[in-house]
């Protein structure tokens, strides 16, 4: 008896962790896809906030100017170019579009589920950051300058210098289920999940003034707020895709409608957009 049980017990095992590897195959395969998911980025409240900031970064610069020897007169003709480009600004304002896009690199991993409502859990990654434009600038045959504004001034009245750099990081991450509608050589997929959606735009800016002008540089810039180009969002979407191609290799592409739940961001009132996508290549096994 005890040698038959233990027969059994090794056919049950054995029954078990094949049905258990076979459920992993199962689950394991689907698809990854490589290609640019893009969120967009709300500049709104951002551009209703340029004058305020450059009206209290001129208030910090003010007395210096007028210890520096700057009468009224003067001082009215730099306020009257501030003007000028603010409405420069109201102009571009007017022209952008409401959201603008920021595309990353990235891509999609998809785990198939052998549900009747659900076929898929998909896991999507996206990051952009300044070396990456830079990288992808170079392959284009471009070259952005680093830093990308570095310009001195020296004349009887002032002498100084100044370099302005930026530093960018942008970040997806989403989780969906998806079920999709296959018919050979194009499939229609729908679904909906949850999204972090985050960045920071950071300009670097070192400014080389005489010495009467420090404190007032220094006070300008922070007028600016500098460190408040930020923005985080978590949000649960629908989402609409299309594949074209065998059903091994595709064309994918896919249009997700954002409802945000929690938003966090600095000064500046930077927020995720509505809207996000996912462009590439599917590779199905």
């Known amino acids: 008896m005890g040698s038959k049980m233990r027969t059994r017990l090794l056919r049950v095992s054995a029954v078990l962790v094949c049905g258990i590897l076979i459920h992993a195959a199962i689950v394991v395969a689907g698809g990854v896809t490589f290609g640019v998911p893009i969120a967009t980025l709300d500049v709104s409240g951002a551009l209703d906030r340029v004058p305020i900031a450059a009206d209290a970064a001129f208030a910090e610069l003010e007395e210096a100017l007028i210890d520096f020897g700057l009468t009224q007169a003067d001082l009215d003709e730099i306020r009257d170019r501030i003007d000028e480009s603010l409405e420069q600004v109201d102009d571009l304002a007017a022209a952008l579009p409401p959201l603008l896009p920021v595309p990353m690199l990235g891509g999609t991993i998809e785990i198939t589920l052998p549900l009747v409502l659900v076929d898929g859990l998909r896991f999507t990654g996206g990051l952009l950051s300044e070396g990456l434009v830079r990288s992808v600038a170079r392959l284009a045959g471009a070259e952005i300058p680093e830093p990308l504004f570095d310009v001195s001034f020296d004349s009887p009245e002032f002498t100084g210098a100044a370099t302005i750099d ?105 927020r995720a957009g509505g809207m996000a996508a996912v462009l590439g290549l599917v590779i199905r096994f």
């Open 166 to 270: 930026v530093e960018l990081s942008s970040w997806i991450l989403s989780t969906d289920v998806v079920k999709r509608f296959d018919a050979l050589v194009l499939a229609l997929t729908l679904g909906g999940g949850i999204d972090l959606i985050g960045g920071a735009i950071r300009p670097l800016v070192d400014l080389d003034v005489p010495a009467g002008f420090e404190d007032a540089v220094a006070g300008a810039l922070a007028a600016l707020h500098l460190d408040g180009l930020t923005w985080s969002t978590f949000a649960v979407h629908g989402v609409v895709g299309l594949e074209i191609g065998p059903p091994f290799l595709r064309l994918y592409g896919d249009l997700r409608f954002l409802l945000p739940l929690s938003e966090g961001g600095g000064w500046w009132d930077l």
